[in-house]
């Protein structure tokens, strides 16, 4: 299965008059990234990028320019996307604003059962919230320090990863590559089971507290207590 992670910039939030100004896109298929990108600075003609977009995502008027319209690129986006899933956060600000950028063009829409939209999913697994892609990336330990202003392709990064923990993607491939993960032996008395290392170590979620009153509760158990029967054969 072949999906696009993608997210957009724009010059404001009404399609009818204001532009697509970045598209940043990840492939990933079956829920893999493919490392195959598709980075693009659109000059929006003469729509002005409003002050509050701008402090959001920090392109300036002068720095679009030089950049090619989205009629020269519309190709590259076309066959970037081709035959795949167009998945994106809030994907009806996103879609909105493509399908007008095709429009002007006389290009047919992007129909919206070729569109997954994270937000919705988010919201339905984390029905209490937040669910913005910086709340998912702290829920998932996903490290998004990096993230300063908005960037399509930043935030196409990132919410790939976000997108492959919602999905269940990493969970999935575990057994795909058993034999190159290391592995830890547990032995319970007479009982010996093998753990498979996870290729990407967890954040931790236990405080140093919590560590030191586990520690101090097993050191008050019997002799015979399970706790204490656990030993890490290297």
Not at 81 to 106: C, P, Q, S, V
Request: glycine letters at 8%; one cysteine or more.
């Amino acid at each position: 299965m072949r999906e696009i992670i993608f997210d957009t910039e724009t010059t404001g939030l009404e399609t009818k008059f204001d532009r697509v100004i970045e598209i940043g896109g990840i492939e990933l298929i079956n829920n893999f990234p493919t490392g195959r990108t598709l980075h693009l600075y659109i000059n929006p003609g003469d729509r002005k990028v409003h002050p509050d977009a701008l402090a959001v995502h920090g392109i300036t008027d002068e720095f679009l320019k030089d950049k090619p319209s989205f009629a020269d690129v519309a190709h590259q986006i076309i066959e970037f996307f081709d035959g795949a899933k167009w998945i994106a956060h809030n994907a009806t600000f996103d879609m909105g604003f493509i399908n007008a950028e095709f429009d002007r063009l006389g290009l047919p829409p992007v129909m919206m059962d070729r569109v997954v939209d994270t937000l919705a999913m988010a919201r339905r697994k984390h029905p209490m919230g937040p669910n913005s892609l910086d709340a998912l990336c702290r829920r998932y330990g996903i490290d998004n320090a990096h993230r300063t202003k908005h960037g399509a392709l930043l935030d196409s990064e990132l919410l790939a990863e976000v997108y492959i923990e919602m999905t269940g993607g990493r969970q999935a491939a575990l057994g795909l590559s058993d034999a190159e993960r290391p592995t830890t032996v547990i032995e319970v008395e007479e009982v010996v089971v093998t753990v498979a290392g996870r290729p990407r170590t967890l954040a931790a979620r236990i405080t140093a507290a919590e560590i030191e009153a586990h520690g101090a509760m097993v050191a008050t158990l019997k002799e015979k207590a399970l706790w204490l029967k656990y030993q890490i054969v290297e």
